[in-house]
């Protein structure tokens, strides 16, 4: 590194920031106008917008990532919530749940200028249940006269009020230090099989794909495993299956059998729990209705998965119903459409009929090959020399900017650091990244590439 003019300790910190795996999740919940959202603004240092409330708005998008302190972490979001048919309590509840269930800890926000009512009470009852870590964020004191608000939240019994004003950043930041004392630094659930138990697998897709069909297929024809395993399945929402000789953990599949039915709303109660079931797995299997043309909806969903870093396959379902014809447009939609995710693995399967319900395994444990690849730095290299000698990057205002070496930082999902005497440009980067995949394949596995440039 010092010969080709980076600073060793730049190219060990490049690498340490790019080498992390999945991130700790961190959930803020609490009633709705308690200042969820614009705290969740200003934990992401407003890097991207959360969309305004309002109501009947879909909001699709609920987790987004954040730094503090030099640690990342991943925050789920679960403002931008109407009451429904449930009535306040119980809305409040499901989607906290959901929230609590996949987060490693959590920041329960009071409005300390309302005090606590009977809902936050409640939410405090499922906190407890939870027993993941929580951080009492009393909000809305702008000023010091709200201090004495805040200590009256003592009585709920979480430990210390943490004074904040979400609106103004006031105490955030000490709020924010008592996440991190408690927050692990990795997902709770360990990624891997040596420790982990069994791999655990979301099963996601919009309403009407054929989720809860799919899994009544793979559950009935195979055995499926009681809830019996030592210290795997203290959570009733997941369940074990048994498929080609292999236990998997079928995440959130209380919410694929239990057909919630909600009024307002419910689309973002469905993105919250597909956001949820994703953060809790190790790979995503994405239920795509075949019969149907391919939907806005249905590439929410893959961009969810792509971008919290999961393994994937995509499962084309309802194939029973396919003519040629429709088979013919099916093919031009998935070039078309789905191109950015053409590394993932794909099976055609019908949950009606069981048709090619065999070829799923295979599929996961491909993409989960990929997502834990790791390529040793010499072969790396050598592919790159190799790579930029035979197609260099485009001179730029009389300069050749070189990739100068590069190395793997992390797995799951892979990623890399490549180190450049000057900007590359995005055409090079993907083409990088179209070699990386021809040369090492990395099928079901999104991969990560970053630059650095030398000073
Ligand atoms: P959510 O429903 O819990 O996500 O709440 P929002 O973040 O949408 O906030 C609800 C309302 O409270 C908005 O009008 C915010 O501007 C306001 N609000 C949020 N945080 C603060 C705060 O720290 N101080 C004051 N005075 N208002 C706040
Ligand atoms: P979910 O909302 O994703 O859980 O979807 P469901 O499993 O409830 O399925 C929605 C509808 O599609 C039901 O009427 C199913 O019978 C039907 N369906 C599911 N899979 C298939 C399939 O492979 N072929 C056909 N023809 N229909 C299916």
Not at 60 to 86: H, I, N, P, S
Not at 111 to 117: E, H, R
Request: proline share 5%.
């Amino acid at each position: 590194a010092a010969e080709e003019g980076f600073d060793i300790e730049d190219v060990e910190g490049a690498i340490e920031a790019a080498g992390h795996g999945p991130l700790p999740v961190l959930a803020v919940v609490g009633r709705p106008n308690v200042g969820k959202s614009t705290l969740v603004n200003r934990i992401i240092g407003r890097r991207e917008a959360v969309v305004e409330d309002k109501p009947g708005v879909t909001r699709d998008r609920v987790t987004y990532e954040a730094e503090w302190a030099g640690r990342r972490f991943k925050v789920v979001d679960t403002g931008g919530w109407e009451q429904d048919v449930l009535g306040i309590d119980a809305s409040v509840a499901a989607q906290a749940e959901y929230a609590i269930e996949a987060a490693d800890a959590v920041v329960f926000v009071v409005d300390a200028k309302v005090g606590a009512t009977d809902t936050d009470e409640a939410v405090v009852r499922l906190l407890r249940k939870a027993g993941k870590p929580v951080v009492l964020a009393a909000n809305k004191v702008d000023g010091p006269s709200g201090e004495a608000d805040a200590a009256y939240l003592w009585s709920l019994g979480l430990g210390e009020p943490h004074p904040v004003s979400a609106l103004h950043g006031r105490g955030t930041g000490d709020m924010l230090d008592a996440v991190l004392e408690v927050l692990p630094d990795a997902p709770e659930q360990s990624f891997g099989t040596a420790v982990g138990g069994p791999r655990r697998i979301a099963l996601i897709g919009r309403p009407n794909v054929g989720k809860s069909s799919l899994l009544n297929k793979v559950a009935g024809e195979e055995r499926v495993v009681v809830n019996e395993l030592a210290g795997t399945t203290r959570d009733p929402v997941d369940e074990l299956i048994e498929l080609g000789g292999v236990t998997w953990k079928f995440v959130d599949t209380a919410g694929i059998r239990k057909r919630v039915h909600l009024q307002q709303g419910a689309d973002y109660y469905a993105s919250l729990r597909t956001a949820a079931a994703v953060e809790k797995a190790e790979v995503a299997v994405i239920l795509i209705d075949a019969s149907e043309n391919i939907s806005v909806q249905d590439q929410r969903i893959i961009t969810m998965a792509v971008e919290a870093g999961r393994a994937m396959v995509i499962a084309y379902n309802k194939w029973d119903t396919l003519d040629e014809e429709r088979r013919y447009y099916l093919e031009r939609e998935i070039e078309t459409e789905l191109a950015q995710v053409a590394w993932a693995p794909r099976v055609n399967v019908s949950a009606r009929t069981g048709r090619h319900m065999e070829k799923l395994v295979p599929a996961i444990e491909t993409a989960l090959a990929g997502w834990e690849t790791r390529v040793p730095t010499g072969r790396l290299n050598a592919f790159l020399g190799e790579l930029v000698s035979a197609h260099p990057h485009p001179v730029r205002g009389g300069k050749q900017p070189r990739i100068l070496f590069g190395t793997q930082a992390g797995t799951k999902p892979p990623r890399f650091v490549l180190f450049a005497s000057g900007f590359i440009e995005a055409g090079y980067r993907r083409f990088i990244e179209r070699r990386l995949r021809e040369e090492f394949s990395f099928e079901g596995t999104p991969i990560h590439i970053s630059v650095r440039v030398r000073e």
